[in-house]
Structure formats: C-alpha cells, structure tokens
C-alpha cells in the first residue's frame, strides 16, 4: 500500500514514480502519434495539465468541457506552447444525459478512432441540487454521466482496438474520498432526498460509485475478450477549481497536511500513467494512487454492489428517457 512516507517524500514505488512524479515524466519517451484521447474537464486543473502532457506525446486529444470559453482557452494555450498538437473541442454537461449524448453524437460524426477515455470532470462539497434529469447533482456529474459517456463511446472504443491493435483504456477519476460515504457504500434508496443529503458524503459516495462502475465494467469487457482495460485512479490532493465550494475548509485543512499535497502537474501524473504506460498491459479493474496500484475501501471490491450500482444507473439513465 502507498504509505504516507512515500507521499510525503515523494519515494517512488514499485512502478518506479511517487508523489512528486509529473505528467511529463510518466510519459516520458512515449510515442503517441496513433493515439486518440477524450479528456472529460480537459479545460482546466488537471485535466488541462493530462490533455497538454498527452498531446506533447502526439496524441490527438479531444477536451470535452462544459464551459466552451475555457475550452477553447485551454486549446489556445496548448498550441501557443506546441504549435504541431492535434486539439479538438466539444462542449459536454455531465449533468445533463442530454448533452452526454449529444457530446456522443458529435464525436461518432467526426469517424475519429478510440484509444483513450479519461473520465476526469466532477464537481465536489455542493450544497444539495438535483440535475436536469432530477438526480443529485454530485452523483448524476461525477457518476451517471460518465457511465453514459462510457457506454456510448464503448462500441467506438472495441473497433478501435480490434482493429489497430492497441489496446484501449479507461481511467476513471477517484479520490481517496471514497472511503467517507453513506452506510453501505451507495444509498440507492435516498440518492435524491434532501434530508439524508450529506455533501462530504455525497462526495464520497459518487468517487466509490467511479471505482464501482470501472470494475464492473472491467468484468464485462473481459467476459467480452474485449481489449480494453478500465482502472480508476486517486490524483491525490491539489488545489483546483474542483474545491470552489470548500475553498477555505479546505486551505484551512491545506494549512495543517501541507506536505501531502501535490501540484498541478503531479497530479495529473497517475492519470497519464495509468492511461499510457506499457508496464500496465493487460492491468484491469485496479486502483491506483501516486503511480503505483493501491488497495481501495473494501466497499471498492464488493462485486454485489458494482452489479446493483450498475442496474441502477440503467434505470437512472431510461428513466430520464
């Protein structure tokens, strides 16, 4: 397990990279031209950092992001600082089932191959709302909607690797969060009530309900003999636009666990490893903090709870039909 030694001095692990390992460096040599990424929030954070380190690398790198201003921003600065990256912008609401499918829509017109998906956007500590398709917003954002996003783009993501080749990869965004959920890891039966709405909770509930929905899935492609792995990953803690609504809860907590925090750019490193490096071939259904793989909440191997997670999603996503 990923120790706090290791996090704080920045000690690589076995895989050879820690803590302070950046983007660039977990990618380093790697040759990415016959690659084709969607990095979900690809306009800011770390999702910035992973769509500019992943076309550095030649990838072709498609931002989906809700704010099209900041998204074309975000192109605009990785072609300033490499003028020969492959960018493509679409606008994507994660809350909204709706756009998930017109985001899908557009990027099948575009008849471009599928090599990498990296569910990366999610919103945290929001007071309680639900969505347009009325479920709480935390779950519907950072859950349902890239299950959506997934299950649209998986038919793409299968010929791709069948017929190239290279094995596919989906690397869904965790947190370490997921330990702090609801009593019995998803509270299917009050996702949408107000009174049992907790939002370190909820949280926590939707970053379990992201490693639950990547080992189910795992377990599907394999039946399937599908080339395509799904992992999910924890960042570790960095200061983002993610925190806007605990922004001094959290530099208050910053000020006393300052060691433990990361950068920018080495946050986004676990991410661009999991999703790029060759020592992972093969590697499916783990979980992986800091570059190296660790042990989730015991709740994260519950093959029960991912199958009824993933039934309810379904309902969750023909009911807003």
């Known amino acids: 397990m990923v120790g706090i030694f290791s996090l704080v001095t920045g000690y690589p692990g076995p895989s050879g990279f820690g803590s302070a390992s950046t983007a660039e460096q977990v990618t380093e040599g790697l040759d990415a031209s016959k690659l084709t990424a969607i990095i979900t929030g690809g306009a800011s954070g770390i999702g910035l950092e992973t769509a500019q380190v992943l076309a550095l690398r030649g990838a072709h790198v498609i931002i989906a992001a809700r704010n099209m201003e900041a998204a074309y921003n975000a192109k605009a600065l990785i072609l300033e600082n490499n003028p020969k990256a492959r960018i493509d912008t679409i606008q994507l609401d994660l809350s909204s089932l709706k756009s998930v499918r017109a985001f899908a829509e557009e990027f099948l017109s575009m008849d471009l191959p599928l090599n990498i998906l990296i569910n990366n956007a999610g919103i945290m500590f929001c007071p309680f709302q639900l969505s347009k398709d009325g479920i709480e ?23 791709t690797a069948k017929s190239t080749g290279i094995e596919g990869r989906i690397v869904n965004l965790s947190s370490i969060a997921h330990h702090h959920t609801y009593g019995g890891g998803i509270s299917f039966a ?91 071939k093969g590697v499916t259904a783990k979980y992986f903090q800091d570059c190296n793989e660790d042990k989730p909440n015991i709740l994260a191997d519950d093959e029960k709870l991912a199958k009824d997670l993933w039934q309810f999603s379904e309902k969750l996503v023909k009911s807003a039909l």
């Open 137 to 159: 917003l935390q779950f519907a954002t950072n859950h349902l909607g890239h299950f959506l996003l997934t299950n649209l783009l998986l038919e793409k993501m299968k010929s």
């Open 190 to 280: 009050q996702l949408n009530d107000p009174t049992a709405y907790s939002d370190k909770k909820a949280y926590g509930q939707s970053k379990l309900a992201n490693i639950l929905h990547a080992k189910e899935l795992s377990r599907r492609l394999k039946e399937e003999g599908a080339n395509i792995t799904v992992n999910s990953v924890h960042p570790g803690l960095i200061m983002t636009n993610l925190m806007k609504h605990s922004f001094f809860v959290m530099n208050l907590i910053k000020v006393f666990t300052y060691l433990c925090w990361k950068n920018v750019p080495q946050g986004a490193a676990t991410t661009c490893f999991v999703a790029t490096h060759p020592s992972l």
